[in-house]
């Protein structure tokens, strides 16, 4: 089961961390421009369609470019804007990986799920579905889905992502269980995305 004490209850979505870090922070305050830049340049950066926001990854090990120590997850994932020169924080997400069996994933999903009913209480609308991901065509990948939604459209949400061989292999996406924060901005853009 997993901890959330750098899950820090607030008001606002703005208040809250994985690992440390908020929505709203720049990435300016734990890594350097320099750093900073030459991850977006990297081949591990993932460009979402439409080119406005893009996902860089931070973790522990001598593989990443942006290091920082994690108590919780595996590794992060952060999105900000391509060409935000503030590198303003639109979304954190932490991932725990299942590699040999989806279903310690979803022994997972339960834990954290009920443990963020317990914690958010009334504060937000909570919505469970799930769908092939869009981004497979092949309709062979899937994502479960557990959204908390707070009032301005922001959310904490806890996914399992269960990708197909091809894409195992080919992209090297790997199954995993994540728990995120998303600014109302970067949710309403995942909604318009046409892959």
């Known amino acids: ?4 004490q750098s899950l820090t209850k607030a008001d606002d979505i703005g208040d809250f961390e994985i690992e440390g870090m908020s929505i709203g ?4 305050d734990y890594f350097t421009k320099n750093e900073i830049q030459k991850e977006m340049n990297s081949e591990f950066v993932y460009e979402y369609p439409g080119n406005k926001f893009i996902k860089v990854g931070v973790g522990s090990g001598k593989s990443f470019i942006l290091i920082k120590e994690l108590d919780q997850y595996e590794d992060l994932s952060i999105v900000i804007k391509k060409n935000d020169k503030k590198y303003k924080i639109y979304s954190i997400q932490g991932r725990i990986f299942c590699m040999d069996d989806i279903q310690d994933c979803f022994s997972k999903e339960k834990n954290i799920v009920l443990e963020l009913k317990e914690f958010f209480g009334n504060a937000a609308k909570f919505n469970k579905w799930d769908q092939w991901h869009t981004a497979d065509k092949s309709k062979d990948s899937h994502v479960y889905a557990n959204e908390f939604i707070f009032k301005n ?15 195992k292999k080919e992209k090297r996406w790997y199954d995993h269980i994540s728990v995120a924060i998303l600014s109302k901005e970067y949710s309403s853009f995942l909604q318009s995305i046409k892959y």
């Open 153 to 167: 459209q922001s959310k904490v949400a806890v996914h399992i992502y269960d990708w197909s061989n091809r894409l």
């Open 25 to 28: 922070d720049s990435l300016l």
């Open 1 to 4: 089961m997993l901890s959330f």
